[in-house]
């Protein structure tokens, strides 16, 4: 595992990350489409949706997609991919309003699943990587978007698994993969340095934190995990003193608690 920093941003292979998403959203069709009503009922743990709300909104995570193609390309692109993990939750409020209303005007989540993966394989047969898109975060190519669709697809197939007793929708690994990066990496932003070497195997290696920079053997300052959970920590499902107490995560040094630069997305 390349250890990322600031200064080297991470490239993702278009080819790779295109698969990742459509395996990772057959992964979720095929599981909602054996959900029953009183599952589809269930709680969730975001806020007050339901699983049937949570189920139109990772449809919502790829209409994304759809909307902004159909916008004209903006002129230049004016962020990073990075960059759109510290800006994603700055809309919340219009998002789930939006989310109720396509839970509420879709009863056959099944067909519309269907709907939104062909016409999505379709828009992007059609359109280069390199189109430019309008985000609510600022303008990227397409295919850097699509890594962020990673984010959202694996981030809510894990609350999807959270909210239904015995439900058990795997992960596409690519699909893990591309989002443990981009998380680990937007950390990285909100903390440049190199005191700190955060492990997230077998996925990511990133330095970050401000202080001195260990040239070699064992850096002072590690965090370890594994994928879910750092998904969890930066995202906000887990706080970082539970995940140290219950042994998801080992931190060792003075430099080695995150807990006042997490989530990095919320």
């Known amino acids: 595992m390349p250890t990322t920093s600031r200064k080297r941003p991470r490239s993702y ?18 599981a909602v489409r054996d959900l029953t009503p009183e599952q589809l009922a269930l709680p969730t743990r975001l806020g007050d949706w339901t699983v049937r709300e949570l189920v139109a909104h990772l449809g919502m ?34 998002i789930a309003d939006f989310t109720r209303q396509l839970a509420a005007g879709h009863p056959d989540l099944d067909g519309y699943l269907a709907g939104i993966d062909d016409s999505l394989r379709a828009l992007l047969a059609a359109h ?5 898109l309008v985000t609510n975060a600022g303008a990227l190519p397409l295919d850097d978007y699509l890594v962020t669709r990673t984010v959202e697809l694996v981030v809510h197939t894990d609350d999807l698994n959270a909210a239904v ?15 443990t990066r981009l998380l ?21 290696v990133v330095q970050c934190v401000a202080g001195p920079r260990h040239t070699r053997g064992t850096p002072p300052n590690v965090v370890e995990t594994d994928p879910l959970t750092w998904l969890r920590l930066a995202t906000g499902r887990l706080a970082w003193a539970d995940a140290v107490s219950g042994g998801k995560v080992s931190a060792s040094g003075e430099r080695a608690d995150l807990s006042a630069l997490l989530p990095v997305l919320s």
């Not at 280069?128 to 430019?132: E, F, K």
């Not at 680990?184 to 990511?204: F, K, N, S």
């Open 13 to 30: 292979d278009p080819a790779r990350t295109r698969a990742a998403v459509h395996a990772q959203f057959d992964h979720v069709r095929e």
């Open 184 to 204: 680990a990496d937007a950390l990285v932003v909100r903390a440049p340095g190199g005191a700190t070497e955060v492990r997230v195997p077998p996925y990511a």
């Open 165 to 179: 007793p015995g439900l058990d929708v795997p992960f596409d690994r690519q699909a893990l993969a591309t989002a």
């Open 128 to 132: 280069p990587g390199g189109r430019l």
């Open 61 to 94: 995570a790829l209409t994304a997609v759809h909307r902004a193609l159909d916008r004209p390309a903006p002129p230049k692109q004016d962020i990073q991919v990075t960059e759109w993990v510290s800006a994603a939750g700055g809309n919340a409020a219009a």
